[in-house]
């Protein structure tokens, strides 16, 4: 299966957005598990140039140990009139005990197709989105830094929740690790041809995890050395934010109530998201951004106050809650594009360091 989409997957993989950790890299190729149609698939992303993505994909062991790949020469074109809505999910869990050998598969060709599409937000126009930022002199320059980076679009919005919050005051290379962590802990294991790879655990689970590595020594009355108590939060690396993550798994699990973000106003989902514990605005933008594709969002942190102070304010010192505003006024519905391509731009081009 082939995209003719521009997109620079390591850079789209690699760029720090909070829907999810990269995916595993074997080779060339970024893999890891989506459902579709809550059938587990192994998706093997990967690109010979970067005009195009190409797409292998793997069934359970289980399910008559069948997999498939594509060749060359099935190829998709990038639309911009197939559907863009923003990703639906009711938070329910999917059960890896149940027998996936009588699946249907008919079809599975275009259901793959579109949750592809979907994660990898190929049915924007990049190139317009390039046209838009040259007219800016302050951003024209991020296009040749930035060239075929996308949004990575979450493939469970509880686990791009659990991320944006780890995120806060953290560095990306540590609240991936702990999601890895957190996945591999109490995720489901599903085997494919290609090796064992793990869901994100539902909200009625993660509420149920022990926080620390005391509570967890209480609960086994003791029996082990609290140094040997690892099956906790705390030992993923999430530090303050364990008591936050298991309050919204809880949220989540019981109320049940931010199932209709996909189908609300970006300010209703603002305020909606904000109820979660942990959450202020930049973690509220970013699970809007990320893990439900609003593209009007504008995550702002001490970070792109100082990027967009330096480029459109003179460097004055200005409020987040100025710069958030400013970004989603100025850029519209680019905005979260154009945050996210400023942030990277920034990194790249080292106007990162002249800003510390």
């Not at 390591?10 to 950790?21: I, Y």
């Not at 579109?114 to 989105?129: M, R, S, T, Y």
């Not at 999601?179 to 591999?184: M, P, S, V």
Request: net charge negative.
């Amino acid at each position: 299966m082939i995209f003719n989409s521009q997109i620079n997957l390591e850079l789209t993989q690699e760029s720090g957005q909070t829907s999810q950790s990269p995916w595993k890299k074997i080779d060339s190729s970024y893999c890891d598990m989506i459902y579709v149609n809550n059938m587990p698939v192994l998706i093997k992303a990967f690109q010979e140039d970067i005009n195009s993505l190409n797409i292998d994909y793997e069934f359970l062991l289980s399910s008559n140990n069948y997999s498939k790949s594509y060749d060359n020469s099935k190829s998709k074109n990038d639309s911009k009139s197939r559907d863009n809505s923003k990703s639906k999910n009711d938070f329910k869990s999917h059960d890896n005990s149940k027998s996936y050998d009588d699946i249907d598969y008919s079809g599975i060709d275009e259901r793959i197709e579109k949750e592809v599409a979907k994660i990898f937000d190929l049915n924007f126009d990049i190139n317009k989105f390039y046209q838009y930022l040259a007219t800016d002199d302050k951003l024209e320059g991020s296009i040749d830094f930035c060239r075929g980076l996308r949004l990575f679009l979450a493939k469970d919005p509880f686990e791009c929740m659990v991320s944006s919050i780890a995120s806060a005051n953290n560095s990306i290379a540590r609240w991936r690790k702990s999601i890895t962590k957190i996945r591999e802990k109490w995720g489901n294991p599903f085997e494919f041809p290609s090796g064992t790879y793990y869901s994100f655990p539902s909200p009625g689970l993660l509420m149920s995890v022990y926080e620390d590595d005391f509570e967890e020594y209480e609960a086994c009355n003791r029996a082990i050395e609290i140094e040997c108590c690892r099956k906790n939060l705390k030992a993923c690396g999430v530090g303050y934010r364990a008591p936050y993550m298991k309050k919204t798994s809880e949220l989540l699990a019981l109320e049940n109530d931010l199932v209709d973000i996909p189908n609300m106003k970006y300010e209703e989902a603002f305020e909606s998201v904000l109820r979660l514990p942990g959450v202020g605005a930049k973690v509220a933008d970013c699970i809007l951004l990320y893990g439900y594709g609003f593209r009007e969002a504008f995550p702002s942190d001490v970070w792109i106050k100082r990027i967009v102070s330096y480029l459109y304010f003179e460097g004055k010192d200005i409020s987040v809650e100025k710069v958030r505003e400013f970004g989603m006024e100025k850029f519209g519905d680019y905005a979260g594009y154009v945050q996210l391509y400023l942030f990277h731009y920034a990194r790249k081009s080292g106007l990162m360091n002249k800003l510390k």
